[in-house]
């Protein structure tokens, strides 16, 4: 009955009903439940801010999982970042019956309606976002190192680390799935050893791995300084069986690798003999003189650091800029070749030659020029059965060039025309002249033959003179 009686008193403190001294009456149930449906709608008049509406809402206890919007995301990870603060959580939920809120609590829960709204959003959301960042991020701790390391690789790594001790050893001496330097040796070692994510996943890679396949890896493991001096105590001038082998393995269990065979160590003393690594062996020293180097010395004295040519890149944009500068200049000598080939032939007398009255043209070649003395000539190649006006193979090779290559007409009003008869076409000033066809010739104008090249030069005083008798004849 004081438990009761308690209870009451402390509803009717936070509803504010009038009571009487505590102990004198004692409730009924009907009195308490009227007492707690208040308790409820105070509280529910407290969080709608005073006289609102409060509308019939379907609650449940479950968090609903949905697709969630910029905005509701941006709350999350506010609410992520609020439950990682130790200690209790900030964000108080709906208090229940037996501890109930003061009535200056209620004001301040009546003014600030709107600011309690996003944490009871955030209580409900947060367990399942939790696990979506953890989801999130996990295949990016996955993925952060696992690139061209293959868990074969690792084994390799690892097991040459442990007979050797010496990263650059491991470099130099094992061969992984593909090329790696000696800093991404280095650098995944550590990692190995120091990142605990790597290591976890390298190590449950690792035991994925078949049987057969880390036995084929074991076999490949470097030998160690121990192993080495073992076997170069066995002389170079014996051959030994692999029962010498065999029992070396027996009497040093402990020294030698776990995978190694007779024959694996076989192969390898005959490798150390080779390169006059036992112990009875002596190096023998450089021959002098006119004595030819044998290959293996040869090798030896090869440093590999000048092998590799360190690219200057300076150096490089200077030749660049050379090789631009030089191609300009060879471009402006060939764009004014003309004008100097024009100055040269007005000093040597090219343009201007020693015609007399009967010499219309003249066909001037390295070699030989040839006069145009009658109004149409034939150019070709003469041959004991024919003769020609022209014989062109005296300027140079003309097996190319037809018996009768072309024909060189003066017509009357003064211009001059070529017309190719032969197979080969005929090149005048650059353009070619197909067979069949004619083309006019100037003054100066460049005739190529079959790689010879002629210079068509006019008369112009004769051909002034026959230009001015032709307009008299037409003129009467």
Known sequence: MEKDMQAGAAAASVVGAPMGAAGTQSRSEDEESTGMKDIKRTATQAFVGGGGVVPNRRSSSRSIKRKKFDDELVESSLAKSSSRVKGPPVIEPIRCSGSEPSSNEKKKMSKSSTALTPPLTMVITPPPIAKRVKKSKQPLQITKDLGRWKPTDDLLLINAVLQTTDLTSVHLGVKFSCRFTLREIQERWYSLLYDPVISKLAWQAMRQLHPEAIAAIQ??????????????????????????????????????????????????????????????????????????????????????????????????????????????????????????????????????????????????????????????????????????????????????????????????????????????????????????????????????????????????????????????????
């Open 219 to 476: 076999s490949k493991a470097l030998f160690s300084q121990a192993e080495e001096a073992l076997l170069a105590k066995i002389a170079s001038s014996s051959q030994p069986k692999l029962e010498v082998f065999q029992e070396l393995l027996s009497k040093h269990p402990s020294v030698f690798y776990p995978s190694r065979t007779p024959k694996s160590l076989l192969v390898h003393w005959q490798l150390l003999k080779q390169y006059y690594l036992l112990e009875d062996q002596s190096v023998q020293p450089f021959p002098k003189g006119d004595q030819v180097l044998n290959f293996s010395d040869a090798e030896q004295l090869v440093d590999d650091a000048k092998l590799k040519e360190s690219r200057d890149e300076v150096l490089e944009h200077e030749l660049m800029i050379s090789d631009r500068h030089q191609k300009k200049e060879i471009r402006q000598l060939e764009q004014e070749l003309p004008r100097w080939q024009v100055l040269v032939d007005s000093i040597t007398g090219m343009n201007s030659p020693d015609f007399d009255n009967q010499t219309l043209a003249a066909l001037r070649g390295r070699m030989v020029r040839y006069l145009m003395r009658s109004r149409e000539i034939t150019l070709g190649r003469a041959t004991k059965d024919k003769q020609i006006d022209v014989d062109l193979s005296l300027e140079g090779p003309a097996w190319k060039i037809s018996r009768k290559q072309g024909i060189i007409k003066l017509k009357n009003n003064g211009d001059f025309f070529i017309a190719n008869e032969g197979r080969r076409p005929i090149y005048i000033d650059g353009r070619p002249v197909l067979s069949g066809n004619k083309w006019k010739l100037n003054n100066n104008s460049v005739v190529e033959i079959a790689g010879l090249r002629f210079v068509f030069l006019i008369n112009q005083e004769l051909i002034s003179l026959i230009k001015a008798e032709a307009a008299k004849m037409n003129q009467q």
